[in-house]
T-cell receptor, first 113, second 111 residues
Framework: ETGVTQSPTHLIKTRGQQVTLRCSSQSGHNTVSWYQQALGQGPQFIFQYYREEENGRGNFPPRFSGLQFPNYSSELNVNALELDDSALYLC????????????FGNGTRLTVT | EDQVTQSPEALRLQEGESSSLNCSYTVSGLRGLFWYRQDPGKGPEFLFTLYSAGEEKEKERLKATLTKKESFLHITAPKPEDSATYLCAGGYGGSQGNLIFGKGTKLSVKP
């Protein structure tokens, strides 16, 4: 069983730039969620995708956007990067059953300078 | 406001010294209380889901319990490999991926 994989593992960007992070879901999973984890904090929910549609969103501005592809892989796009966007970005996949827990990847560490 | 609070922030134990981690929650329409373990530089690893007050689940040296306002993660006779940050999260809303996490408890177990 292949787990959740994310790329790249580390990334450095400049304020104002745009970034795209990628995620491959665990085999058999059709739902993907993205989280932001600042240093010393718990993960914060950004949004979830199911059947290529966004079906839940946390308290993040529209410059955070995403895509889910037919093979259930996903992208997180962040425009107009700000210094506070520096964080670990986690992707998690699950099945579309209420009792299916989230399985996380190891994240992408984004640093904005 | 929905929130999850964990205590203590950090806990140092000697190997074999049992203890408990606390998670208090105020999440309207809670649809599950989740425990995860996170090692440095890694993503959270799923441990347990609890759905109703009185429910208990066990895995090796860990046991999770749930009341109407709190959840506890009991660690019995811990070993150094149990050192990690333990995260508690409340599930809510219609989207199953929507979890509210606490800040975690960083556990260190010394040999």
């Amino acid at each position: 069983e292949t787990g959740v994989t994310q790329s790249p593992t580390h990334l450095i960007k400049t304020r104002g730039q745009q970034v795209t992070l990628r995620c491959s879901s665990q085999s058999g999973h059709n739902t993907v969620s993205w989280y932001q984890q600042a240093l010393g904090q718990g993960p914060q929910f950004i949004f979830q995708y199911y059947r290529e549609e966004e079906n839940g969103r946390g308290n993040f501005p529209p410059r955070f956007s995403g895509l889910q592809f037919p093979n259930y892989s996903s992208e997180l796009n962040v425009n107009a990067l700000e210094l506070d966007d520096s964080a670990l970005y986690l992707c998690a996949s699950s099945q579309d059953r209420g009792d299916s827990p989230l399985h996380f990847g190891n994240g992408t560490r984004l640093t904005v300078t | 406001e929905d929130q999850v609070t964990q205590s203590p922030e950090a806990l140092r134990l000697q190997e074999g010294e049992s203890s408990s981690l606390n998670c208090s929650y105020t999440v309207s329409g809670l649809r599950g209380l989740f425990w995860y373990r996170q090692d440095p530089g890694k993503g959270p690893e799923f441990l347990f889901t609890l759905y109703s007050a009185g429910e208990e689940k066990e895995k090796e040296r860990l046991k999770a319990t749930l009341t109407k306002k709190e959840s506890f993660l009991h660690i019995t006779a811990p070993k150094p490999e149990d050192s990690a940050t333990y995260l508690c999260a409340g599930g809510y809303g219609g989207s199953q991926g929507n979890l509210i996490f606490g800040k975690g408890t960083k556990l260190s177990v010394k040999p």
